[in-house]
């Protein structure tokens, strides 16, 4: 057991918890704003799976990244787009909907992988970028500023996203659709505008979210190569508390329960027949880290459909 | 009474209309006397790099040998992964006449035994496996089994040969079937031929996890590995963690060396298109099941291939043959 | 007086569902058109797959009816207002604990064996869905997080089972490992309905469950209290209902007719357990409630309707070779649609509210 808590094993659980973390984070942290405006998307591992495919096929074609994420973002623009019309306008019940987004994203990203590629061949992601002279600190370099440009930017929007639900008038509005969304309506503020915006920036995040897989983490791409992450993201915005940091450390808890699971394989501290249980810790630990943690605030008017002088 | 039942009976009557006026089209157009039909069903995407894309690109040179669309009909159902709906699949392939039905999945065994039964004059192929139900008195199966462990013994071989951190990492998806004869053959023949190397395994629990492969193959870079090799549909999620750093990568299943041509140095390759023109010729003559054949070095079903793009040493490479005829004549045992 | 519907208006009513499902298959025929496909051969392979012949009519019925059995949990869930995503686990413990029961008590007689399989599958359901509702009750945790998160417990539970203590002798014996029980013993089966097809007896028990919740939901205080608790919590609880317990108990008996689906699968269909057994029910089962406007006869054709989709476009994909990736995409469309439609449902009964005199 002695072999399992020195101090490389920490590292390299540490490094790969927060390079794993990076889809979840950004994938949870739009699924955030949508929902704290008042719209719960399940559609999110869907537009992951179209922003992936998006992204590795223009970058298999240009060879620019930058390209392939601004594909990827307008994919996933467009797919929040569909789900705002749904929820807002068709005021459709939303856990529903988000699947039947799921499953449309699911069968069309592999039906254009299929027509358009037929075949997945590595391509050169985001390169890993040190960071000058913080890279170079003792333990903490090797953990956080060896990465790639998405996982610097990705943590980066933690504080931004704090910043504007906090402190500015656009978070106000925000919190006011999801909360109390009569009052807001009174006090002049679109409802329906904020909730479409929140929406559609979910869905630009879910595609960024997939693109950090197929162009950032994996370089290749595979039909449902997310395979439930966008699910595991949508639960990590309740696990988070609705809060951006909450949902940062949500993403890391559970990539790093991930990536500690691997190596006490590696290791080989347990008897193999006990696998399956070390791949249930993420999850189980999820659970009981919500069930002791600090009650969470859910928006109010979440997933309820708001229409003037019917509430 | 339900409104609601009204709404299905004229869906129901409309399905009925639509069948009627389609099965005048439905109907297969005739084909000419030599056209064999062969159907194959598979659990997961026929372009996955590994175990079902090695039996189409088999099906698929065959097609090619007999003349194309013309010769050889080809039927595909991918992603079966609810063994209910293949079980459906290949019934319904049966029931339409196919010559020869392949159940290319393990899983499938069950519902092929109470299938084959229906059918007697169909021909069924089933793998990985190696009951061919002949103690049931089931005579139209087929049954085929690669042995994963004697290329993933060669493949340990030339880890061990081409390792220069002498740490080899395996990502396996799950501890069951070729892909643990595979790992076991793997690991056998690394330490056959440097017992002082080290092989870190890990199952990450699922064929299909990409990122969990992904996370694997990370952590085995960070234990110092900088060979790496692991089998499923998942492990494009190695591959690209091996090119980002610059491991070697080594494949089973099928050739991934087009997956990433600088990373990927070898690859253990099911070569099922032997086997899938030996039961048509005896299925032609008649002989609709029973045997049940190997994929082996010996048998050329099994083919360690090279990437020409990446430099193997030579030395390397004669202790991999040496290995390979090893194995072939039997003085090297690659399962412990 | 009250103003009653037109019979026009019911039938527009009835036919919404319908109506969506068609124009996603519009939409449906434009991507087949562009995968080169004739849309005409394909959906009336559909068709044929779904109702072609009596093979195929058994097909839609067995896959209805674990649909109906989801779909009946799902309707008493939302009508508690509650959301319960986790039917794949439910499905998944409730064939753990019927094949456990079935293998572990083989010898006993039929009378025993069915019906105590059936309720060792619903009260694993039971019991995984009544997890995710103490915790709701308890501790507040939203049941949408923790109903995905035991989805994947269940999996991995399933998985280390299947190939551990559950794994079928016999696979050991031929090495080839697969992960799955051993077969379920004859006398274990649910009867075959109709010779030559898979349909089983399981279907009646669904068609029973129907009948069944419906009395539960309308007829019995229970029922009033979960649906009292949906429709208004606030006022609930000032008539003195225990919310967050009326919550759970519908949680609870959501989880038991998943499970009960899982127990009806492995009975009937595959006679034995193994990966891949809840089939995605878990989450179809939700559409198909919806489907059924969250009654539960509605859910019978509903789930028919939504079985013939499944096996008509299996069939649809053999006989014309699109992906299968096709169908999944025609899945969602058809969600979203059927779903997206409920709009115009709801703005005529809202019509209808406003032009009646108060009371």
């Known amino acids: 057991m002695n072999e399992l808590f020195t101090l490389p094993v920490l590292l390299g659980v540490l490094y790969s918890g927060v390079r794993l973390a990076t889809p979840y984070l950004y994938a949870a942290l739009g699924e955030m704003f949508a929902q704290r405006s008042g719209v719960v998307n399940l559609g999110v591992d869907g537009i992951m799976l179209m922003g992936a495919f998006t992204a590795f096929f223009i970058v298999t074609n240009t060879g620019s990244l930058a390209l ?101 008038t656009l978070g106000l509005k925000i919190r006011a659709a999801g909360m ?132 | 009474m339900n409104r609601n039942v009204k709404s299905l009976w004229s869906f129901a009557a409309a399905g009925l209309i639509l069948a009627a006026c389609g099965a005048a089209p439905a109907a297969a157009p005739a084909a000419s006397a030599k056209q064999v039909k062969v159907a194959v069903v598979m659990p997961s995407a026929s372009n996955d790099g590994a175990f079902s894309q090695s039996m189409f690109d088999a ?32 019934r319904d392939y049966a029931q339409q006449g196919y010559d020869l039905v392949i159940a290319h999945g393990t899983q499938y065994g069950n519902s092929l035994q109470e299938i084959a039964k229906d059918f007697p004059n169909v021909a069924f192929a089933w793998g990985t496996a190696t009951d061919t139900f002949a103690d049931k008195g089931i005579k139209n ?91 499923s549909q998942a492990v494009v999620g190695a591959i690209g963690v091996a090119k980002d750093k610059k491991a070697i990568w080594l494949g089973t299943q099928a050739n991934q060396s087009s997956l990433a041509p600088d990373t990927v140095g070898a690859s253990q390759v099911y070569d099922f298109s032997g086997i899938v023109k030996e039961i048509l010729a005896l299925s032609a003559k008649g002989t609709k099941g029973g045997t049940a054949f190997e994929l082996s070095l010996k048998s050329g079903g099994l083919k360690i291939v090279y990437n020409d793009k990446i430099s193997i040493p030579a030395d390397a490479k004669a202790a991999v043959d040496a290995a390979i005829k090893g194995i072939i004549d039997g003085t090297i045992k690659p399962l412990p | 007086m009250q103003r009653a519907k037109s019979l026009a208006g019911q039938a527009l009513e009835a036919m919404t569902p319908v109506i969506a499902v068609l124009l996603a298959l519009m939409i449906g025929a434009v991507m087949l058109l562009a995968l080169q496909v004739n849309p005409i051969t394909a959906y009336s392979a559909l068709a044929d ?67 105590g399989g059936l309720i060792s599958g619903m009260l694993a359901g039971g019991v995984w869905g009544g997890i995710a509702g103490v915790l709701k009750a308890r501790f507040g945790v939203n049941e949408i997080l923790t109903t995905i998160m035991m989805n994947a417990i269940a999996v991995q539970l399933s998985n280390f089972l299947l190939r551990g203590p559950m794994i079928d002798p016999k696979e050991i014996v031929s090495g080839t490992l697969l992960a799955q029980s051993a077969r379920l013993p004859d006398s274990a089966w649910l009867p075959r309905l109709i010779p030559q097809t898979l349909l089983h007896a399981g279907a009646i028990l669904a068609l029973v469950m129907a009948v069944l919740v419906y009395v539960l939901l309308w007829r019995t205080v229970l029922g009033y209290r979960i649906r009292a608790v949906g429709l208004n919590p606030d006022a609930a609880r000032y008539a003195g209902i225990r919310v967050p317990v009326y919550q759970a108990l519908a949680l609870l008996l959501s989880g038991a007719l998943a499970g009960l689906a899982g127990a009806v699968e492995v009975l009937g269909v595959s006679h034995r357990m193994m990966e891949g057994v809840s089939g995605g029910y878990g989450f179809s089962g939700i559409v198909a409630a919806l489907f059924g406007k969250l009654h539960p006869l509605g859910a019978i054709p509903a789930s028919m309707l939504f079985g013939s989709l499944l096996v008509g476009a299996d069939k649809m994909q053999r006989a014309v070779q699109v992906p299968s990736a096709l169908i999944d995409a025609l899945n969602g469309l058809v969600v979203l649609f059927v779903v997206g439609s409920d709009i115009l449902v709801r703005r005529r009964a809202q019509r209808r509210r406003e032009q009646e005199p108060h009371a």
């Open chain 1, 68 to 168: 392939g994420m601004l594909g990827a973002m307008v994919i996933g623009l467009l797919m929040g787009l569909l789900m705002s019309f749904v929820s807002v306008n068709l005021r459709a019940v939303q856990g529903i909907s988000g699947i039947g987004l799921y499953l449309f994203g699911l069968g069309f990203s592999s039906l254009l992988f299929k027509r358009l590629l037929g075949s997945t061949k590595a391509i050169d992601g985001f390169q890993a970028i040190p960071i000058p002279f913080l890279s170079d600190l003792p333990y903490v370099g090797d953990v956080f500023f060896k990465h790639n440009a998405l996982v610097y930017v990705a943590f980066a929007l933690v504080p931004v996203a704090a910043f504007v639900l906090n402190r500015t």
């Open chain 3, 49 to 115: 797959g779904a109702f072609g012949s009596t093979f195929a009519i058994a097909q839609t019925l067995v896959k209805a009816t674990p649909l109906l059995l989801v779909g009946l949990g799902i309707c008493i869930a939302f009508r508690g207002g509650v959301i319960n995503i986790g039917g794949e686990g439910q499905i998944i413990v409730g064939a753990l604990a019927t094949t456990a029961f079935t293998l572990g008590f083989s010898e006993a007689p039929l009378l025993v064996l069915l019906p």
């Open chain 1, 180 to 311: 109390k969304p009569e009052a807001a309506d009174s006090l002049g503020v679109s409802v329906a505008g904020v909730r479409y915006f929140c929406v559609c920036l979910g869905g630009v995040m879910a595609g960024v979210a997939g693109a950090s897989l197929s162009i950032g983490l994996i370089n290749l791409f595979q039909e449902n190569m997310t395979s439930g992450l966008g699910f595991i993201a949508v639960a990590l915005v309740y696990f988070g508390g609705w809060t951006p940091v909450g949902v940062m450390v949500g993403a890391l808890l559970f990539s790093m329960v991930n990536a500690f699971q691997l190596w006490v394989q590696v290791k080989d501290i347990l008897p193999s027949s006990y696998r399956d249980f070390v791949v249930m810790m993420p999850y189980v630990l999820t659970i009981v880290a919500l069930v002791f943690g600090r009650r969470a605030r859910q928006p109010t008017a979440l997933s309820k459909p708001f229409s003037r002088g019917e509430n």
């Open chain 2, 141 to 231: 199966v087929f049954a085929y089994n690669p042995r994963a462990q004697e290329g993933g013994y060669a493949l340990g071989v030339l880890a061990a040969k081409i390792s220069k951190s002498g740490i080899i990492g395996v990502a396996g998806p799950v501890e069951a079937g070729d892909a643990k004869t595979y790992v076991d053959g793997f690991k056998k023949g690394v330490l056959d031929t440097k017992p002082t190397a080290k092989v870190n395994v890990v199952y990450t629990g699922s064929f299909s996890d990409v990122s969990l492969m992904a996370a694997a193959a990370e952590t085995h870079s960070k234990a110092g590995a900088d060979v790496l090799t692991g089998s």
């Open chain 2, 59 to 90: 099906l698929k040179s065959v097609q090619a040998s007999m003349g194309g669309e013309a010769g050889f009909k080809l039927a595909v159902s991918e992603g079966m992964v609810q063994v209910p709906n293949a079980a459906a699949a290949i």
